[in-house]
């Protein structure tokens, strides 16, 4: 019997347990996958979502809270109450430049450590790293904008581990005829953290309305309004820790998913320990290491998957029929990250652009820019999220995608054409289309199918670079957005080449189209179908070796009859 692995709640069955008794390992493994794969969707399911999207909630409150609380920041630390373009733009790809480093290095360790071992790691950096900033301020020696970008680099860390974890165990968790819906459901708690984000900062502008209403402009925001501000910003960034919080425990008792105990860790052990501890009247076997190492030698003979290595790693990228799929994934990912983070992270500059926050009333201001930002996120984001979920099943991944690159493709385009000629409720109404389209199209089956598409040993360690690519361009958006909008800037307008900066995302977009066809479809398929579709890997070692035998020429000194038989050669 093999040893029972550890782990498991509420929300995420342990399946290994099951089906400890079973000495064979493909058996155990069959059953197990098979037991996972068919389950009808139920309560179940949704608190193993819920569990998963809590810190997807968190990262995305953490990472678009700073377009709400960037304003406040100036009033408080800078002169004239303006934060500068480069503080700005520094602030906010601080996040981006930390999450490549976390999305690199924790979707490899997941591979090599296991799912299990580091699922919680992550939101612990991303409490300590959001009380850190919200606790900090400038002194003579070190300026606020410097101690805030080393929080963020340190959050965005956190924040870019909770990316491949989350997508990989739901993935490798989800019953196959729902499991798009299940990880898309995960991803959409990523407008809900934006929503909140909004919400706080519209909760907080309200409740400090008399210190800061009789500020008619940032520069007068002094003394008791100063103050109040002050303490808001660090509410709004302060909140971002109490969701991780209440996820941490479950993460940290969620057992290994059976995928990687099979085909990574390969953890099969014969009965033999057990059957010698009940002969003997023990509670538990005592495991002979000899019998562990047969017994992982056995397994090993089982299956005819490759072991995970750096030589096995490029060589099998190296083939283009393999690597041409993680460059679909790292390259939809990278084109849709430069458009969706140069406008997510920038609702506020842009709103101002056409001409809905432009009050100079610190309040006003304030108050606008939070409204204006949930409203964007309820009209546009919120829903393509949710209607991502309800069809990914049936219409499929891919056109999805594609249908999203090449609606948004147009609209940029649009927009770029004809900002200046559009009225404000025409540019609103547009961004908003821009923003479903975002989420009913590549930003979340970017996020679903790197978690479905790649071989075990590798899912995790392919979804990490498909996500860090994303985040180069995010970081590529915050760069250009920053310096490129602002030529040519006046006192009464600050990004007069903003429609310029449309046209630009348009093109990525367009770019975007021809990255997708190269991903795969993956919906309503085992991920096992989906790896051997697409990798030839996983039949029994015995039916592998039996089509190659099949497909090998005759021995030269083979002849054939004429009926095509071979016969022996005199």
Request: with cysteine; aromatic share 12%.
């Amino acid at each position: 019997m093999a040893t029972k692995t550890g782990g498991g709640n509420a929300a995420f069955h342990n399946y290994n347990n099951d089906f400890a008794h079973i000495v064979d390992p493909n058996e155990r493994r069959r059953l197990a996958l098979a037991e996972i794969d068919k389950a009808p969707f139920g309560w179940y399911h949704v608190k193993a979502v819920i569990v998963a999207g809590t810190g997807f909630f968190t990262d995305a409150y953490d990472i678009f809270a700073i377009n709400m609380v960037i304003n406040m920041i100036g009033i408080v630390f800078f002169p004239h109450g303006k934060i500068t373009s480069k503080a700005d733009t520094g602030i906010k790809v601080a996040t981006s430049c930390g999450t490549v480093v976390g999305q690199l290095f924790f979707g490899w360790i997941a591979d090599q450590l296991g799912r299990k071992k580091i699922y919680g790691f992550e939101l612990m950096i991303i409490i300590g790293a959001t009380i850190g900033q919200s606790l900090t301020s400038s002194s003579p020696g070190i300026h606020i904008t410097g101690i805030l970008i080393f929080w963020r680099i340190i959050m965005g860390i956190g924040i870019g581990g909770d990316y491949p974890l989350s997508s990989i165990i739901t993935s490798e968790f989800a019953t196959t005829k729902w499991r798009g819906a299940m990880m898309g459901s995960v991803f959409a708690m990523q407008g809900i953290g934006q929503l909140a984000a909004a919400l706080a900062a519209l909760i907080v502008t309200s409740a400090f309305k008399s210190q800061i209403k009789g500020a008619n402009t940032y520069a007068e925001c002094t003394g008791e309004c100063s103050i109040a501000v002050d303490r808001m910003w660090r509410i709004v960034i302060g909140f971002g820790g109490v969701p991780a919080s209440i996820a941490l425990y479950y993460r940290l008792t969620i057992p290994e998913t059976p995928r990687y105990t099979f085909d990574i860790a390969r953890d099969v052990e014969k009965g033999t320990a057990d059957t010698t501890a009940y002969l003997n009247n023990e509670a538990g076997g005592v495991i002979d290491p000899s019998v562990s190492l047969a017994a992982a030698a056995d397994a090993n003979n089982a299956l005819a998957i490759p072991k995970a290595s750096w030589a096995d790693f490029f060589s099998h990228y190296g083939q283009w029929r393999f690597g041409k799929i993680l460059l679909g994934t790292a390259g939809s990912w990278f084109t849709l990250d430069v458009a969706f983070y140069g406008m997510s992270l920038n609702n506020s500059i842009i709103l101002k652009q056409i001409g809905y926050s432009h009050s100079k009333n610190v309040y006003n201001s304030l108050h606008d820019n939070a409204v204006g930002n949930i409203i964007l996120i309820c009209a546009g984001a919120i829903p393509g999220y949710w209607v991502t979920v309800f069809t990914c099943d049936r219409i499929g991944r891919k056109p999805i995608q594609l249908l999203g690159f090449t609606v948004l493709t147009i609209l940029f385009f649009i927009i770029g054409g004809m900002f200046h000629r559009l009225s404000s409720g025409g540019l609103l109404g547009l961004y908003v289309v821009c923003q479903f389209f975002f989420n009913f199209g590549p930003n979340a089956t970017t996020f679903i199918v790197p978690g479905e598409c790649f071989p075990t040993r590798y899912r995790s360690t392919s979804h990490g670079i498909s996500a860090a690519a994303g985040k180069v361009g995010a970081i590529l958006a915050q760069l250009l957005i920053g310096p490129l909008r602002t030529i040519g800037a006046t006192a009464d307008n600050d990004s007069p080449w903003l429609n310029n900066v449309m046209l630009i995302f348009g093109g990525f977009m367009a770019l975007g189209i021809f990255t997708t066809l190269l991903i795969p479809e993956t919906a309503r398929k085992t991920l096992e179908d989906i790896v051997l579709e697409l990798y030839g890997e996983g039949l029994l070692q015995e039916e592998l070796a039996a089509k190659q035998a099949a497909a090998l020429p005759l021995p030269s000194s083979t002849v054939a009859d004429d009926a095509g038989k071979p016969i022996k050669a005199q």
